[in-house]
C-alpha cells in the first residue's frame, strides 16, 4: 500500500524563496536557526529536497499495541484522517480478537511483532532485553515464531512479518534465526545493522524516556509488562510520559533532510502520549502529507522494495 497523499499547495506557496540552510544551523541548542522557527526550517528543508529533485520518505511505526483503547482510537482516527500509514507493533502475547477487529476495516494500519510477552529477562546489572543472549536462542526463536503465527493468524494480510525487538534491542546471535522462522526485516532505532538482515528503522522518537515529569505512580512503563498483564486502560492512566519539545523534533528531521537522508522513521507510543505529543504529530502531519516532495510509506511496501 502506498499512501502518498497529493496536495494542491505546498506550505512553500505562500512563502517567501526557501533560505540556504545548513546542517548546522539547525542543529543549534535551540533546535532552530536564530530567527527561523523550527517549523518554517522544516519547510525550507523540504522546499530543498523538492528543488533538487529529491524526494523524502517518511514512515511512522507506534509501539506496545495490545487491545483497543481511546489512546489507540486517536492515533488511528489523526493517521487515517491523514492519510498516513501506520506500522502498529503489537505484542502477541497479551492481544488477541479485540484488537483484530478493530484494526480490521483499516487499510492503512500494518501490523508487526514486538517480540513475544515484552518480558524482560536481562540481569539488574544490564539494560532491559527480551530478546537478548540471556536465554537459549531455540526458546527466544520458538516465542518469535509463535508470536508471529499468532498475529498472522488474528491479522491476516495486515501483518507483516517485521520484527520490532522489544526496547529496540536484540541480540546478534538471534539474528540468523530470523528468516528461517518467517521473518523478513527488523525494526530498532537510530543506526542498528545486521548484515545479514535488513534493517527498517525509526530515528526520531517523541517520546522524552529520561524526563522526571512522567506520571509514573510508582511503577515505570517499561516495567509495566513484566509483572502482570495490565489492560491499556490502566497502563495510559498510569504511564503518561513527557514528550520531546516539538521544536528538538522538527530539527532532528530537518537535519536528516539536510543530510541527504532518504527515509525517516517517527517512533511513537500511543498508550503513554501527552496532549504535546497528539500535538506534534497533528503538526507534522499537516506540513507533509500534502508536500508534493513527500510521501508517507507504509512498512510493507518498504518490505517489498
Known sequence: MNNRVAGTQSPQDARPASLPLQATDIRSTSG??????????????????????????????DDDAVEPSEALDHLLGMTQAHGVPVTLAVIPAFSGEALAQRLRPLS?????????SHVNHAPATEKKQELGAHRPLEEVGAELQRG???????????????????????????????????????????????ESIPMINTQVDIIDW???????????????????????????????RAS??????????????????????????????????????????????????????????????
Open 32 to 61: 532552530q536557526r536564530r530567527g527561523v522557527s523550527a517549523t518554517d526550517a522544516l519547510s525550507d528543508a523540504l522546499q530543498q529536497r523538492q528543488d533538487a529533485g529529491k524526494p523524502v520518505r517518511l514512515w511512522l511505526r
Open 108 to 116: 492503512h494500519v500494518d501490523v508487526a511483532v514486538h517480540g513475544w
Open 148 to 194: 508471529l503465527q499468532h498475529l498472522q493468524q488474528w491479522h491476516g494480510r495486515q501483518c507483516v512479518p517485521l520484527l520490532v525487538p522489544p526496547w529496540n534491542r536484540v541480540s546478534a546471535s538471534l539474528i540468523p534465526l530470523l528468516p528461517p522462522i518467517g521473518f523478513r526485516a527488523v525494526s530498532t532505532f537510530a543506526d542498528i545493522r545486521f
Open 210 to 240: 529520561k524526563a522526571d515529569r512522567g506520571r509514573s505512580y510508582g511503577r515505570s512503563y517499561e516495567s509495566s509488562y513484566e509483572s502482570s498483564y495490565e489492560s491499556s486502560h490502566e497502563r495510559s492512566r498510569n504511564d503518561i
Open 244 to 305: 520531546r519539545p516539538a521544536d528538538d523534533l522538527f530539527a532532528d528531521i530537518t537535519a536528516r533532510l539536510l543530510a541527504g537522508c532518504e527515509l525517516t522513521g517517527v517512533l511513537t507510543h500511543h498508550l503513554v502520549h501527552e496532549p504535546q505529543a497528539w500535538d506534534f504529530l497533528e503538526q507534522l502531519f499537516e506540513l507533509t502529507v500534502s508536500h508534493p516532495v513527500v510521501e508517507w510509506t507504509a512498512v510493507r511496501d518498504l518490505l517489498s522494495a
